[in-house]
């Protein structure tokens, strides 16, 4: 039935050893893990007591758990050639009575500013409108889910974040997640895997290209993408957190200490 369940096994002797009793609650974390390193759930099964992904690679719980220490180490970034210049201090990130409508999307915004003002950048983030900002991000509401933004120009951020109203239905923390990555375009990121797309986003190997923007490998991340990498990867899952990997915060401290 399943032809090459030698991939990434450890014996089926030593995974039911470790298990006795509560060989579902192993499941249940392998499981987990696996989704939490990238692989879609609908490629994952479980058979006579042993989780499968790609109908023929047995995991084990340690693998599963390896995967995850990899995973830390395997993320990647890339910028725009225009960053946002150092007059720019205080972004105000001021969100559209549409937008703040929908309550993910609101709670969204203000997980992801504080994503931001949690790494101690020499750019801060606030909600709302203030007389000290220095630059000024609109957050509205588009169709769908997921988002849409821009690269900075000028030294400015971009000025705007489209934020699909479908994103709400999959709750806070993904909307804090796709809040994130729209901001982060606006301040110079490209998608980490912008080289191939499906990467994250599955179906046929897409470029998008330098284009006229850019795409330069941020020092201290490697240049390869994996799925669950980033919060700058292209697509999004169902099980993001929306919080940082290490890479995006390597990053963020590389261009904006």
């Avoid at 000025?159 to 999959?170: F, P």
Wanted: hydrophobic fraction near 35%; glycine fraction near 12%.
């Amino acid at each position: 039935m399943f032809k090459k369940a030698a991939v990434l096994v450890a014996s089926c002797g030593a995974l039911l050893a470790g298990c006795g009793t509560d060989l579902q609650t192993e499941n249940q974390e392998i499981v987990s893990n696996l989704i939490e390193a990238g692989f879609r759930a609908d490629d994952i099964m479980i058979v006579d007591d042993s989780v499968y992904v790609g109908l023929d690679a047995q995991v084990s719980l340690t693998a599963s758990r390896e995967m995850l220490q990899h995973d830390k180490q395997t993320q990647e970034q890339f910028r725009t050639t225009n960053l946002v210049g150092t007059g720019v201090t205080k972004i105000c990130v001021v969100p559209t009575s549409q937008f703040n409508s929908y309550p993910n999307l609101s709670a969204g915004l203000d997980l992801a500013i504080d994503n931001y003002n949690s790494q101690g950048l020499r750019l801060t983030f606030a909600r709302g409108s203030a007389s000290d900002c220095t630059a000024t991000i609109s957050a509205k509401t588009t169709t769908g889910a997921g988002g849409s933004s821009g690269f900075p120009t000028g030294g400015k951020p971009y000025g705007t974040i489209n934020i699909g109203t479908g994103t709400d239905s999959y709750g806070a923390d993904v909307c804090e997640h796709v809040i994130t990555h729209e901001i982060g375009h606006t301040i110079g990121f490209r998608h980490s895997d912008y080289y191939d797309r499906s990467i994250s986003c599955g179906g046929a190997a897409s470029n998008e290209g330098a284009s006229n923007v850019g795409a330069i490998l941020i020092p201290g991340t490697p240049s390869t993408a994996k799925v669950g990498g980033s919060i700058m990867n292209s697509c999004f899952r169902a099980s993001e957190t929306g919080e940082w990997s290490t890479s995006d915060k390597t990053a963020l401290k590389a261009l904006y200490p």
